[in-house]
């Protein structure tokens, strides 16, 4: 009798737990689905490469993409020596001690810190602090703040998982430290770091709060303009803009295009993770 | 890995030493250098966080030479551009707690049974369907899911619940949105936390005869419970920390709300609508900072609660 009712208990809960992650399936691709289906018919050549407009319909989004592009690439540039150094300390050098602790803690602070208050940071101290106003310099600083402890976490694991051999073998052989870690450790923990850094960077094209009072909400009138004191607005700055408080008798539409453009992005910047990496550990296992 | 390079290290400076040769002198001062770099970097990203802490916190407190710390705590009043200006936080810190509070209420339940699945139960392909899935999105920007907030449950609720699609906004919208954002984060922190465990505590609770759901129910879930907390307090973490979806989806109105279809304020989208009205160094720009300052120690709290948590499940 008892037996019957726990397998009868057994089965309802497996079928719950189908139910639950056909749900959750169905949730993700759901948005998925709703992303694309409203902004895909939106994306056009004119659309990606032209200028906005503020007022007038047929506004494209053309210097915000490239906005985009840059302040991400001047953040990496700021955090990338910095977020990588403090990964090889805390890989390679770093013993248990208060030092090595601090740091740990810092890194994970700065992770937990939500972006919004990175913004306030960045409006205080770069924009007028430093003088830099709202510009794509500030933008950017601020940014690399945000992308720095995900850069030294992702440093630290990669270096981890070489085999500590490695670094026994060539330091047996006479070379420095700093050899190792340039010829030897670097370069094997390579896929994992490119891995990281394309995280870094999918995350940080969509980042909004940090940009509004860093980067701004205007772009500007050149294109394309490398002037680090132009207002940058990025394309996730604009998708909300355009979503809240444009007065484009278009915005929904360029706001569903933005984000249709943004989910692309990403969606590419996951495939050219998943498909090396799949590759690579096919070659590794001899294809299991 | 790190005791035998601090030893390895030292021999190679001391063979190089006692050859002596230019080389072994140059790798060695290279060494330094780069050593005396790395360290710098590491020194750097502390310098960061506390400079956050220090500059927040001092601009932030700069608000109580105009307002008492128990008005801006406790008056649900405000109206900083008002004749007499006043600054009640209140009903943001309210919103705040109630919204993270509800989407964790709506988001864990899912995302624990969808854990347990991937976990447990799912056939191989559609584990390697789903995971990459989740990664894709933590990866989607919060604007977009704001848009489809903004585009389809308002409406939808609006329509539901008020009869017009316009009067959807509130705390409920953003708790749907945010439990959807913060679902993928929770679902795989947990996973990880069951899938870790070792495989005997299954195989024993099997072969006593337990069936699968009392092997999930009493043994692996009491197991794994440090690392599901750890999910569910990075999940709070988010929800409280998160600006932009909010900010589409929950009114902006200043006000403690009346039901969970009331425009109302969170600490976030409080300062992202009225960072641009205000000049700085004046009160209504410290109170925003100051605000700013709460939501850093409601994180940093959060991370030493997270090791708190985890900490407890290494003694065991």
């Known amino acids: 009798m008892k037996k019957t009712h726990s397998r009868l208990t057994d089965r309802i809960a497996t079928v719950y737990f189908w139910l639950a992650g056909l749900a959750i399936i169905g949730i993700l691709g759901w948005v998925l689905y709703d992303i694309l289906s409203k902004g895909l018919p939106q994306l056009s050549w004119h659309f990606i490469t032209g200028k906005p407009s503020e007022v007038s319909a047929g506004g494209g989004v053309g210097p915000m993409l490239f906005n985009s592009f840059y302040i991400l690439f001047l953040s990496l540039i700021f955090s990338l020596p910095v977020g990588i ?96 870690i340039r010829k030897v450790l670097l370069p094997s923990a390579m896929p994992g770091l490119i891995t990281g850094v394309t995280l870094v960077a999918g995350r940080a094209l969509g980042e909004t709060a940090v940009l509004i009072y860093t980067a701004g909400t205007a772009a500007s009138r050149h294109f394309p303009d490398f002037g680090l004191k132009e207002m940058g607005a990025t394309l996730a700055v604009h998708l909300w803009y355009s979503g809240s408080s444009s007065l484009a008798p278009d915005a929904r539409q360029i706001a569903q295009g933005s984000s249709a453009l943004l989910v692309l992005i990403v969606l590419i910047f996951n495939l050219a993770i998943a498909i090396p990496g799949r590759i690579i550990q096919k070659r590794l296992t001899g294809g299991k | ?261 009331d425009s109302t304020t969170v600490l976030t989208t409080a300062i992202v609508k009225d960072m641009a009205n205000t000049f700085f160094n004046t009160p209504w720009n410290n109170a925003l900072y100051l605000m700013a300052l709460v939501l850093l120690l409601l994180s940093l709290f959060l991370i030493l609660l997270i090791r708190f948590v985890a900490g407890r499940s290494e003694v065991k």
């Not at chain 2, 030479?65 to 801006?72: H, P, T």
């Not at chain 2, 489809?148 to 316009?166: A, E, Q, R």
């Not at chain 2, 945010?178 to 870790?196: N, Y």
């Open chain 1, 85 to 180: 150094g403090a990964g090889i300390y805390l890989a390679v050098y770093a013993r248990k001690s208060r030092f090595s602790d601090l740091v740990r803690l810092s890194v994970e602070a700065l992770a937990s810190v939500p972006s919004i208050v990175f913004g306030l940071f960045g409006a205080l101290l770069f924009v007028s602090w430093f003088g830099w106003k709202i510009s794509i310099v500030s933008g950017a600083a601020t940014l690399s703040l945000l992308n720095l402890p995900v850069l030294v976490r992702v440093t630290e694991e990669s270096l981890r998982s070489v085999p500590s051999s490695y670094w026994e073998a060539s330091l047996a052989l006479g070379s420095s430290r700093w050899q190792t």
């Open chain 2, 1 to 261: 890995m790190s005791v035998i390079s601090e030893r390895q290290g030292r021999q190679a400076e001391q063979s190089g030493g006692a050859r002596s040769t230019a080389w072994s002198k140059r790798q060695a001062r290279q060494d330094r250098l780069m050593r005396s770099l790395f360290i710098g970097s590491a020194v750097l990203v502390s310098v960061v966080i506390f400079s956050i802490i220090v500059f927040v916190g001092f601009q932030g407190s700069k608000t109580f030479r105009d307002v008492s710390v128990v008005e801006f705590f406790f008056s649900t009043k405000w109206s900083p551009s008002a004749d007499s200006p006043s600054f009640g936080a209140l009903p943001f810190l309210y919103s705040t707690i109630l919204l993270a509070g509800l989407s964790i209420l709506l988001a864990v339940p899912l995302a624990l049974s969808g854990a347990i699945f991937m976990a447990m139960i799912a056939p191989r392909w559609i584990r390697e369907i789903m995971r990459p899935a989740t990664d894709l999105f933590v990866g989607i920007p919060s604007v977009v899911y704001g848009l489809i907030g903004l585009t389809v449950i308002v409406p939808f609720l609006g329509k539901t619940f008020h009869g017009s699609s316009s009067a959807g906004y509130g705390i409920l919208p953003a708790a749907i949105v945010l439990a959807v954002m913060v679902m993928p984060t929770i679902l795989s922190v947990s996973e990880d936390a069951l899938r870790s465990l070792p495989g005997a505590l299954r195989e024993a609770s099997l072969a006593l005869g337990a069936t699968r759901w009392q092997t999930i129910w009493r043994v692996l879930l009491p197991a794994a419970r440090p690392g599901i907390l750890t999910g569910v307090i990075l999940g709070l973490g988010r929800a409280i920390g998160e600006t932009m979806a909010v900010f589409m989806v929950i009114g902006n109105a200043p006000v403690v709300p009346k039901s969970l279809l």
